[in-house]
């Protein structure tokens, strides 16, 4: 199985903060990497696929990078509604594997 | 707009066999991946396994000798069984349409909890 590792596994951080959360496959998986946001007692919703392209009705203000094994998510400027938690998902391979998730926190 | 909806039994006893089913209104049937995944309480996204419309599956390796994920199609609904459960598989469990190409998930539904109690 490919192995997804999150960092960091939380961070508090406040409104108008850049932030940045790092995802690591254990083995390269192209830009076969996905993002999704999960808020509490909430279904996730894909942010990001195929590593850097923007899911339809995102702002603009979340943003994917990276390639074979390391993985970016960027928040430019975290709006109160951002705070979630996060989860990377390689579909290079099956088993699907998730990261561990992080959780955004408010300072 | 596509919408999945899904039930089954919400408690279990141990090595008593879950059953959900999920029903899809809206949106072809045969271009995706319908899939399930769970997630226990407090807890990350699991991966259980995936169908097409053509009913060719694959399922997680942890998993998979407790698991078959059924389809049909005359009535855009797959389903899910996972047999021996154990207190471990207690979550909430998701079923999920994955996109062919990058295969992530576009839409889910609205999740059933399960707890495994005697």
């Known amino acids: 199985d490919i192995q997804m590792i999150q960092s960091p596994s939380s961070l508090s951080a406040s409104v108008g903060d850049r932030v940045t959360i790092t995802c690591r496959a254990s083995?390269?998986?192209?830009?076969?990497l996905n993002w999704y946001q999960q808020k509490p007692g909430k279904v996730p919703k894909v942010l990001i696929y195929?590593?850097?392209s923007l899911q339809g009705g995102v702002p603009s203000r979340f943003s994917g990078s990276g390639s074979g094994t390391d993985f970016t998510l960027t928040i430019s400027s975290l709006q109160p509604e951002d705070f979630a938690t996060y989860y990377c998902?390689?579909?290079?391979?099956?088993?699907?594997?998730f990261g561990q998730g992080t959780k955004v926190e408010i300072k | 707009q596509v919408q999945l909806q899904q039930w089954g039994a919400g408690l279990l006893k141990p090595s008593e066999t879950l059953s959900l089913t999920c029903a899809v209104y809206g949106g072809s049937f045969t271009t995706y991946y319908w899939n399930w995944i769970r997630q226990p309480p407090g807890k990350g996204l699991e991966w259980i396994g995936e169908i097409n419309h053509s009913g060719s599956t694959t399922y997680n390796p942890s998993l998979e000798s407790r698991v078959t994920i059924s389809i049909d199609t005359s009535k855009n609904q797959f389903s899910l069984r996972l047999s021996s459960v154990t207190a471990a598989d207690t979550a909430v469990y998701y079923c999920?349409?994955?996109?062919?190409?990058?295969?992530?998930?576009?839409?889910w539904g609205q999740g059933t909890l399960v707890t495994v109690s005697s």
């Open positions: 998902q390689q579909s290079y391979d099956t088993p699907r594997t």
């Open positions: 083995q390269s998986i192209s830009n076969y």
């Open positions: 195929g590593a850097s």
């Open positions: 999920a349409r994955m996109a062919r190409g990058w295969t992530y998930v576009n839409s």
